[in-house]
């Protein structure tokens, strides 16, 4: 996902950016909004396949390389993830965000 897509998640994350578009919300989201977010799928799984990867990385005790990944999802602040348990969307960028806080240096 991340090797063939990331190039286009990156584009659409500045395409948004450009335009001033404003950042879907976390949460409990009407459903008219959960089209739009759903609309951005490439942009939604890049993200989501960093902060997997950056999980992973730091399982694995890799965390030089974990970081990196944090900071690539951390960049993607548009891309939201459904939960289905909960019927909510996160941030990736921000949850990513919330991991780089709490890594050992």
Known sequence: MISE???SAVIEQEKLEQAQTAAPPTGT??????????ARGLLNDVAAS?????????HLGRLSEA???????????????FDPRENTFWSPA????????????
Do not use: D, H, M, N
């Not at 989201?29 to 759903?38: H, N, S, Y």
């Not at 960093?50 to 730091?58: D, Q």
């Open 67 to 81: 970081r990196q990944a944090y900071r690539e999802a951390s960049k993607l602040t548009y891309a939201r993830t």
């Open 94 to 105: 921000e949850a990513a965000l919330g991991r780089l806080r709490t890594l050992p240096p």
């Open 50 to 58: 960093y902060f997997v990867k950056g999980r992973a990385l730091e």
């Open 5 to 7: 897509f990331s190039g």
């Open 29 to 38: 989201i009407p459903t008219e909004r959960q089209e739009e977010v759903f």
